[in-house]
């Protein structure tokens, strides 16, 4: 078993920043491949960010390629989102998420074991 924790959600002003963390305890963190989701009201829950075992790979959804930049520490079981230019259509409640499947970068729910909690993101126009 493996539990998540998310934390750094908030409100922005469009253009601004923020950095997501999320803590993991349980098993092996290292052992996980880890991922971002997002759901917006109204709307299916949606792939951010994701990134392999050891960090080596990463994959980012179109709308936030270039803007978002997934990273992971596995020293501190932690994997973190930072988040710029942000965009009031970024709102949403963020996900993070651990996946056992391995040595590869995972963009499909279904294929995520584990879950946090959510964290909310607001971003003002």
């Known amino acids: 078993q493996v539990q998540l924790v998310e934390s750094g959600g908030g409100l922005v002003q469009a253009g601004g920043s923020l950095r997501l963390s999320c803590v993991a305890s349980?098993?092996?963190?290292?052992?996980?491949?880890m991922g971002w989701f997002r759901q917006a009201p109204g709307k299916e829950r949606e792939f951010v960010a994701g990134?392999?075992?050891?960090?080596?790979?990463?994959r980012y959804a179109d709308s936030v390629k270039g803007r978002f930049t997934i990273s992971r520490d596995n020293a501190k079981n932690t994997v973190y989102l930072q988040m710029n230019s942000l965009k009031p259509e970024d709102t949403a409640v963020y996900y993070c998420a651990a996946s056992r499947v391995p040595g590869t970068v995972v963009v499909t729910d279904r294929l995520y074991d584990y879950w946090g909690q959510g964290t909310q993101v607001t971003v003002s126009s």
């Open positions: 349980g098993r092996t963190f290292s052992n996980y491949a």
């Open positions: 990134i392999s075992w050891i960090g080596g790979s990463t």
